[in-house]
């Protein structure tokens, strides 16, 4: 019997387990994939939205501001890049004008700190390489950028180390309430917890709906990227956005933590909760809107392009809700939903404690954790440390991002381990270059085999049915 269950391992689960693994409690994440920050985690923007575009009172607004104030001490805490790089929002007009007014105003009474309007000049003199017609801008310095699966993974690792358990391959498929407890079903395995949280992204409407509420409703809103290779990371230094509409914040153009730029994302309402195929047409969007506010992007740089899924709600606000004492819902967390993840996080604690769930202490909680070893930003002095105390740091793997066989090693075998080439890739970046994984991935899948110690024929891209090989060569059977 576990205190609490949490319903998916994306970024938002992966904080609220951190933030109750500081208490005497038994806690489980049940995750139905083969990894966690495999939902909208996995794929968005990776932006610290500094607070001045949701409405001033709403759960939204809250909840990033407190997120964003929070992120720099998280990210220390659990040894994730971060990076305070501001964010623009760019008018093109006199409407535009009036729009960035209005979000200044809303972004001051929501508590956001030092927003500024740029005219035209001021702007270009932040970002030289803003469009010419660029006529006035909201400048935003407390915005930032992190990489949000790499986030979402040391958060539920440092839960882990900490007492949480981690279920992959638990896709519920039934919550019945019990006498003071649910009981929890995933075929014939279940999970029984007196407190449950359901933090199932695109699938938090029929988690709730098992559990008896069908007041929510969730559906996939496809947002397309664009990835340019590192030597274009410093064509921009801020974040760049276009005045927002109803259906988002427009292309934004945005340096990464990892040096790359990114274009995106498109917005487009769909019904397959599934379906991450990306288009020409989302493709041609972006390309056509980052021209007009940024120039001379390197488009013929674009070393790959993804596509990800928002969970969008039907009350245009985050839901956080709790239909019956025990039971709470984190719904329709769509953006700010990344920045506000830590603020969630205490939200439901606190809601959970209203309503019976103790919390004790733990003496021993260990809130920091160590950071992977980026072989590639070390000192050579770091460099020959590193080798000095295991030589498999010495052998570079993926030489695209200068990613060793130690760091590939120790992805596999560090909370919550790899145990696909996707993981590998997500965790030290390995794959995620100019080749993609065209010189490096046959090794990669070689330690994995070993390490998991299964068939090479057994190592998948991203969990079963992704199988990366059939057989070997010249081992044909007759038939």
């Not at 010419?132 to 909201?138: G, H, I, R, T």
């Not at 992805?411 to 030290?428: E, H």
């Not at 991935?441 to 049915?465: C, W």
């Amino acid at each position: 019997m576990y205190d609490v269950a949490i319903v998916g391992a994306g970024v938002v689960g992966g904080m609220l387990a951190r933030t109750l693994a500081a208490y005497d409690l038994s806690i489980c994440i049940l995750e139905k994939e083969n990894d966690v920050a495999m939902g909208a985690t996995r794929a968005n923007s990776g932006i610290v939205h500094a607070g001045y575009d949701a409405e001033e009172g709403s759960l939204k607004a809250r909840l990033n501001v407190r997120g964003a104030e929070m992120m720099e001490g998280i990210t220390r805490e659990l040894g994730v890049p971060y990076r305070n790089n501001g964010s623009l929002v760019i008018g093109f007009g006199e409407e535009d004008r009036r729009t960035i007014e209005g979000l200044y105003a809303r972004g001051c009474k929501n508590g956001v700190r030092d927003l500024r309007i740029l005219e035209g000049e001021e702007a270009r003199e932040l970002e030289p390489g803003l469009s010419e017609s660029v006529v006035c801008a909201l400048y935003a310095p407390t915005a930032a950028i992190v990489c949000p699966y790499e986030l979402a993974i040391a958060a539920i690792g440092n839960a882990m180390d900490n007492g949480v358990s981690l279920k992959l391959h638990f896709e519920v498929g039934k919550i019945e309430k019990k006498e003071g407890y649910y009981e929890i079903s995933s075929g014939e395995e279940k999970v029984s917890a007196r407190f449950v949280v359901n933090a199932a992204g695109l699938y938090s409407d029929e988690i709730a709906a098992m559990a008896g509420d069908h007041s929510i409703q969730v559906h996939p809103r496809r947002g397309e990227y664009l990835l340019l290779d590192k030597d274009c990371g410093n064509l921009v230094s801020h974040t760049i956005f276009r005045t927002p509409s109803h259906r988002g914040k427009g292309i934004l153009i945005t340096p990464t933590v990892d040096g790359n730029l990114l274009l995106g994302p498109t917005s487009v309402d769909m019904e397959d909760k599934e379906d991450r195929s990306a288009t020409e047409e989302g493709f041609a969007r972006i390309v056509e809107q980052a021209r007009e506010n940024v120039k001379n992007i390197p488009f013929r740089k674009v070393i790959t392009s993804f596509c990800g899924l928002r969970a969008a709600g039907n009350t245009g606000d985050f839901i956080i809700t709790s239909p019956e004492p025990g039971f709470v819902n984190a719904a329709g967390i769509e953006s700010p939903g990344l920045t506000a993840a830590p603020a969630i996080g205490e939200y439901i604690v606190e809601m959970l404690k209203s309503q019976g769930l103790v919390l004790r202490k733990k003496e021993d909680f260990h809130p920091v954790r160590r950071p992977a070893y980026a072989f590639r930003n070390a000192s050579v002095e770091e460099k020959n440390e590193m080798i000095r105390r295991d030589k498999s740091y010495g052998r570079v793997v993926c030489r695209c991002e200068t990613v060793t066989e130690g760091e590939i090693l120790e992805a596999i075998r560090t909370n919550p381990p790899a145990r696909d080439l996707d993981g590998i890739k997500r965790r030290t970046r390995a794959q995620m270059g100019r080749c993609q994984g065209g010189f490096c991935m046959p090794y990669i899948a070689e330690l994995l085999s070993r390490e998991m110690q299964i068939p090479f024929e057994e190592v998948t891209k991203s969990g079963k049915g992704s199988e990366i090989v059939a057989g070997r060569t010249k081992e044909t059977k007759a038939k």
